[in-house]
């Protein structure tokens, strides 16, 4: 699997590739009968791939959806197998800076949003007290300021 799925496409990688799908052809032959060619299995095994990608990309992107309703099934048992002999090619590529990106990791620099609104490093009860005087302090600076009736 690893000779047919190689990126490069030199002469060397070109005559290792149509060796190992002389193989795959023989005992294809061998098992099921002269019913295809090789050009048949080639484009059978890059509709799969294609298939088996787009089946798991729906699937980790049903898996992430909030709001509810029933689960997402279960990809394929072919799915599965192909994504185990090729996973570099279904594989997501991770992101730190993307919002998609896995929030199982945990970002250190992260604050809450009392945190924020607080403006300093405290422990997270202290935060409530420091946001709400903060808005009491403005609530009654426009108490002050507005004219009297």
């Known amino acids: 699997m690893s000779i047919i799925e190689k990126k490069r496409c030199n002469f060397q990688a070109t005559i290792e590739k149509n060796k190992a799908w002389d193989?795959?052809?023989?005992q294809f032959q061998s098992r099921f009968g002269s019913r295809r060619d090789l050009c048949d299995?080639?484009?059978q095994w890059t509709r799969m791939k294609l298939q088996a990608k787009v089946e798991w990309s729906s699937h980790k992107m049903s898996v992430r959806q909030t709001g509810g309703?029933?689960?997402?099934?279960?990809p394929s048992p072919m799915c599965m197998l192909i994504r185990d002999l090729i996973p570099h090619d279904v594989l997501q590529i991770r992101n730190p800076f993307d919002d998609d990106?896995?929030?199982?990791?945990?970002?250190?620099e992260a604050v809450?949003?009392?945190?924020?609104?607080?403006?300093?490093?405290?422990p997270f009860q202290e935060c409530i007290i420091i946001v709400l005087k903060k808005r009491i302090s403005v609530v009654s600076d426009m108490v002050l300021?507005?004219?009297s009736l």
């Open 101 to 108: 990106a896995d929030s199982s990791q945990q970002n250190e």
């Open 23 to 26: 193989a795959i052809y023989s």
């Open 41 to 43: 299995l080639r484009e």
């Open 69 to 74: 309703g029933p689960p997402s099934p279960n």
């Open 112 to 122: 809450t949003v009392l945190e924020f609104l607080a403006g300093e490093s405290v």
């Open 145 to 147: 300021q507005s004219p």
